[in-house]
Structure formats: structure tokens, C-alpha cells
């Protein structure tokens, strides 16, 4: 079985978009406007939208498996306020639960939290109570910056967020490290933005002991690490010179990486750098980068194209594929079980 663990659902419905702009369109009128309703999408709306692109692209590549969240871009937690925020991520997670439900074999639900400036994280961990208990979602993603590109939250590894992670350890869910759209015009958001943000977080977690304080949280930094694998040492140094332990010790317990690196040599460098049981194979389909390399042939998030090519045993691509994303969202890792697909 092939698991892609970071998918969005970029191509939703225009309906989604549209229930979006109404819903900041009540900040501009006067006096107190009623939020909007729900977004009305049929189910064949739904499969539309899925069946000429990510379904598509999973029978071609020959994955199975899609850890599915709405379109990261647009979780857009620096907008409105945080009441419009709550009400944002109920509607599109609960859109994401409708795609599971339709397709239970190949997508399988993480949610948005209702982020929000200077909001506390314990309003996002009653959403991610929510999704995971009565949606039967396996993890969130966690944008370090609510802002979107000014970085004015406290560090990931703050006492601020704990609130959120004792959820996630009580629920058994990890987080994927994922911010959103970038209003620093600075930061282009999918070319720097993010890849700032993954190489920010693990620093973050490589200066503290957030992980005494929770031995089982676990989070997946995404896009390969940003900057990490391809700095490997300047962090081993870091550590080094800061009198932290090595940092198989300090964090590798904790923190896993996906494979959304779009060329052969940048999969082959994080493989080589980084453990293999800390990589989870993701591509991010359809997402950031969509167009084909020229040089190649095939399309630049064709991840597995670059996975298929290293020369790893059997069991190692069996656990790129599957099985360390089995043991980061134990949840999944249940329901696999209870549906008879043979484990790590
Ligand atoms: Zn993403």
C-alpha cells in the first residue's frame, strides 16, 4: 500500500470560494451582517471535482492512499477575525469529511485549525476534538505563523501552545507544520514562505526541550524540511555548539519529514541525511508546483517517480510508502488493521 501523507483539496468546488469571499465580505458592511451559510455542494460537485484530479492522479502514479486537508493557501488565518476563522474551518473540514466518506479508500481527513493573531490554541484544540472524535480525522496542520509572513506568534516550542498539544498527545494525532498565504510581500508563499517556515520550526524544536514536556508529540515538517536535509550539519553543529544532545536523541523521535522535493537529486540527498524511518513519502498533489519538467518528461510532483528510482530494499520502500506514516498517525494505523491491511 502507498500512503501519500500531504494532499490538499486545492480543486474544491467554486461554491467553497465563494461561501469564502461572502464571509469576509460581513467585515465590510455596516453594522453587524449575518454570516453566511454554508456552501451548497451536491456530492456529484464533489466527485467532479476529485475525479479528473487527484483520483486521477493516484490511479496513474499507483498510490492508494491521500492524508487529505483543505487547501493550505487558503486557510488564511490572518484574515477576519477569529470567530470568521472558527467558522472558515468548520466548513471546510467538514467538506473534507464529505470527500472521505465518498471515497473512504483513498482519502483519509486532517483538519484546519481556527488559527487566529494572538487567539489561544486551546479554541484550535476543541476543533481538532471535534474532527478527529465525531469526523474520525487522523491530525491537523499547525500554522507556526497565524500572521502570515510577520512571525509575531511565540515559537512553536512556547508554553503558548500547549493547550493544543496536550490534545493532540490525549487524541494520539500528530501535526503537519503548515503555514498559509504569505501578506509579506517579502515572502512568495510557496517558494519561500513555507520552506522558511520548515526550517524555522525545526530550529525552533532544536533549541528547546518541548519534547520532555511531551515525549509522544510528534510533527511532520513538510516540502522535505525546507533548508534542514540539505543543512544537516550546520544543524548537528548547532546542536553541538549549543551543548544539546545529538540530534537522533533530541528530536528525531518527534519530528518526520515528507518527500514533496520536486528533482531526483533533493529526494536522494534527504535520503541519504536523514534517517529513513523519520521520512514519510508526500507529494502534495495537486498542489504548489503543477506543471512537467521538461527535462524529465513528467510531472515535477510526481514524487514517487524520484522514490522508485533509489536503490532501496524492499523493506526500506515499504516504510517510506507505508509504514513510518502507519506509526506517526496511529489512527490510520488502527483502521488499516481493522480493515485487515497487514502492518509495520
Ligand atoms: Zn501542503
Not at 60 to 72: C, H, M, N, Q, V
Not at 131 to 139: K, P, R, S
Not at 161 to 188: G, I, Q, R
Amino acid at each position: 500500500m502507498i500512503i501519500d501523507c500531504h494532499g490538499h483539496y486545492t480543486t474544491a468546488p467554486a461554491a467553497l470560494q465563494a461561501f469564502r469571499e461572502a464571509q469576509l465580505a460581513t467585515l465590510k458592511s455596516a453594522g453587524a451582517a449575518a454570516a453566511p451559510q454554508a456552501p451548497r455542494i451536491s456530492d456529484d460537485e464533489i466527485r467532479d471535482s476529485l475525479e479528473n484530479a487527484q483520483l486521477k492522479l493516484q490511479r496513474e502514479r499507483g498510490t492508494d492512499l491521500t492524508i487529505f486537508s483543505p487547501r493550505a493557501s487558503a486557510m488564511g488565518h490572518h484574515l477576519g477575525n477569529e470567530s470568521i476563522s472558527g467558522q472558515w474551518s468548520r466548513v471546510c473540514n467538514d467538506l473534507i469529511h464529505r470527500v472521505c466518506e465518498l471515497y473512504p479508500r483513498n482519502f483519509v481527513g486532517v483538519c484546519q485549525l481556527p488559527q487566529f493573531p494572538g487567539a489561544a490554541p486551546a479554541h484550535s484544540a476543541a476543533e481538532l476534538e471535534r474532527c478527529v472524535t465525531e469526523l474520525g480525522f487522523i491530525g491537523c496542520n499547525l500554522n507556526p505563523d497565524p500572521s502570515g509572513g510577520h512571525w509575531n506568534s511565540p515559537p512553536l516550542t512556547d508554553r503558548h501552545w500547549y493547550a493544543l498539544y496536550e490534545k493532540m498527545v490525549l487524541l494520539d494525532v500528530p501535526a503537519m507544520v503548515h503555514v498559509s498565504a504569505s501578506c509579506n510581500p517579502n515572502f512568495h508563499a510557496t517558494g519561500a514562505h513555507y520552506l522558511n517556515a520548515d526550517t524555522t520550526a525545526f530550529m525552533q524544536f532544536l533549541t528547546s526541550d518541548l519534547f520532555k514536556d511531551f515525549p509522544s508529540l510528534r510533527f511532520i515538517i513538510p516540502h522535505g524540511g525546507g533548508a534542514v536535509p540539505y543543512h544537516w550539519g550546520r544543524f548537528r553543529g548547532l546542536a553541538q555548539d549549543l551543548k544539546r544532545p545529538p540530534l537522533e536523541e533530541l528530536l528525531l523521535k518527534n519530528v518526520y519529514f515528507d518527500t514533496c522535493v520536486y528533482h531526483l537529486p533533493g529526494v536522494e540527498l534527504l535520503c541519504k541525511v536523514v534517517p529513513l524511518e523519520n521520512i514519510l513519502f508526500g507529494s502534495e498533489m495537486v498542489g504548489a508546483v503543477r506543471g512537467i519538467d521538461p527535462r524529465t518528461g513528467h510531472h515535477y510532483d510526481d514524487t514517487k517517480r524520484y522514490l522508485d528510482a533509489l536503490p532501496l530494499s524492499e523493506p526500506d520502500r515499504q516504510r517510506l510508502y507505508c509504514h513510518n506514516a502507519r506509526r506517526v498517525y496511529p489512527r490510520l494505523n488502527a483502521r488499516l488493521s481493522a480493515a485487515g491491511v497487514g502492518g509495520p
